[in-house]
């Protein structure tokens, strides 16, 4: 199994390689950079006629390169990396890009999620790629065949067995499969001169080795290995560290696409090299020809999101494994509804705008349910928070009969009056002091629509997630409590978001 403080940093030098493509990094670099990366082919994948782009990326407890090349002494001492060594594939990230030019989303899909692996049943979708891997590879052996062989065949069948199992869960047709091990994270990081990260709170944790104050901080290669790995002490743990990662990845991103970085000869250079000796792709994913298509999506339409989860407190149907339950049809509407193209408003889509949400009621969580809603729907994630602590002032409060609003700098606006239509028919405001771009949700406890107690509509994660938790389990015991639906950002912004 791959060891718990690693399955993070893959996953993040991976999926920043990727954004790197998506926004255009470096175009001049790139026929050359294709010509270094490590191709592999027999996967079976698609052709994005679905209506996206799909790339699984998948990252590995390696202690070899892209070319299985061994790592040295020195890497493995700054990785901090053990002695085991795993196929297991923890980190799991689908980056879903339509094709019609709207925003693209990575969302990640927890290691413990527990769902039906071809040919292997129910089974925690870390264990996809390793036990089809094993199973394949002792079958050979067993049949005479070279061991270097039956290993290679092994972990071809292993990837196709989790290609396959990812489409089962998602609905999404994978084109494009990305794989890398430990030696990326660090390698892109340094390159960059390091990333900057927020925390609320300082850290002290010694599983990990996470020593670091409160307040932004930018972090090197070493630093941010424990920064992404840190699940203990967490509220949420490996789905809070989920968290963790994103902001990272988001950072990255907004890092890479700085003047800084894209002016600068010396970290092209190093970003080429962390490239190729880091990532595996599949033959037919013509890179030069992908980023061509894609070089005008920016670095803030990336969305980061995590899978809708009903709880990660659930247990195995042998009751012998904790595991994160999913309802495989939510996450199917997920999943479809990133494909739903953006609605033209005064020429401007919903990714134009940005959305606040102040919760001045009674009700916890309410402002970051209806703040992940609003994300769903494709504007962009601004603040969330309680009135008392938005730094709202009193000419935006509700009028006095303390009901739910939409505020926009016109009341007329087009796409002020479509999210109020959403989030259950709220009227809309006008606000002169907000910028023609920047909406705000004021809710009370009135608040009845997609994201409240009351809502049954099925628009809320959270409600769902709910919903699902207050039936009897199979055994006819209670369900574990629901989870809350994570919270979702683009890579844009001034600066990193803070986190736990």
Request: aromatic letters at 4%; glycine letters at 10%; proline letters at 5%.
């Amino acid at each position: 199994m791959l060891l718990p403080r690693y399955w993070g940093r893959a996953l993040i030098a991976l999926v920043s390689v990727v954004i790197l493509l998506l926004t255009g990094y470096a175009w001049h670099s790139v026929t050359t950079l294709e010509s270094r990366v490590t191709k592999l082919g027999g996967l079976g994948l698609g052709s994005g006629k679905d209506g996206a782009v799909d790339i699984l990326l998948v990252g590995t407890d390696s202690r070899t390169d892209a070319n299985g090349n061994p790592l040295s002494a020195s890497e493995l001492a700054k990785m901090h990396a053990g002695d085991d060594v795993s196929t297991n594939t923890d980190t799991i990230v689908l980056v879903r890009i339509p094709t019609d030019g709207s925003s693209a989303t990575a969302i990640s899909i927890p290691r413990d999620t527990y769902v039906d692996v071809p040919g292997l049943g129910k089974s925690k979708i870390n264990g996809a790629f390793g036990a089809t891997k094993e199973l394949k590879r002792e079958a050979l052996v067993n049949a005479g065949d070279d061991p270097a062989d039956a290993e290679k065949q092994g972990v071809q069948a292993g990837r196709k067995a989790l290609v396959d199992t990812v489409e089962q869960l998602t609905g999404a047709q994978i084109d494009h499969y990305a794989e890398i091990g430990l030696v990326g994270f660090v390698l892109l990081t340094d390159a960059v001169g390091g990333v900057d990260v927020c925390l609320k709170a300082p850290v002290n944790e010694p599983y990990s080795g996470a020593h670091f104050p409160a307040g932004e901080q930018t972090l090197d290669g070493d630093e941010a290995l424990s920064f992404v790995r840190q699940r203990h002490g967490l509220p949420r743990g490996d789905l809070d560290r989920i968290v963790r990662q994103q902001v990272f990845m988001a950072s990255l991103a907004h890092k890479v696409l700085s003047a800084g970085t894209l002016s600068n000869p010396s970290k092209l250079s190093n970003l080429e090299k962390a490239v190729s000796r880091s990532i595996v792709i599949d033959d037919d994913w013509d890179v030069v020809r992908f980023v061509e298509q894609l070089k005008d999506l920016t670095g803030g339409k990336i969305r980061f999101a995590t899978i809708p989860v009903i709880t990660d407190q659930g247990w195995s149907d042998d009751g012998q494994q904790s595991v994160v339950k999913v309802d495989p049809d939510q996450v199917r509407a997920f999943t479809s509804s990133l494909l739903t193209p953006s609605r033209k408003k005064n020429g401007r889509t919903n990714s134009d705008y940005t959305v606040n949400v102040v919760n001045a009621g009674s009700v916890e969580g309410l402002a970051s349910n209806v703040s992940n809603i609003v994300t769903l729907k494709g504007f962009g994630k601004g603040t969330a928070g309680n009135a008392d602590s938005s730094g709202a002032s009193s000419s935006q409060s509700p009028d006095e009969d303390s009901q739910s609003a939409v505020y926009a700098h016109d009341s007329g606006d087009a796409a002020a009056r479509a999210l109020a239509k959403d989030l259950g028919g709220l009227p809309v405001r006008a606000d002169s002091s907000l910028p023609e771009t920047t909406l705000r949700v004021m809710l009370t406890d009135s608040y009845t629509g997609p994201g409240s107690l009351a809502d049954d509509s099925g628009d809320s994660q959270a409600a769902a997630a709910a919903a699902s938790a207050s039936a009897p389990s199979s055994d006819g015991s209670a369900s574990a409590a629901p989870t809350p639906a994570p919270p979702q950002f683009t890579a844009g912004g001034s600066g990193p978001q803070c986190v736990n």
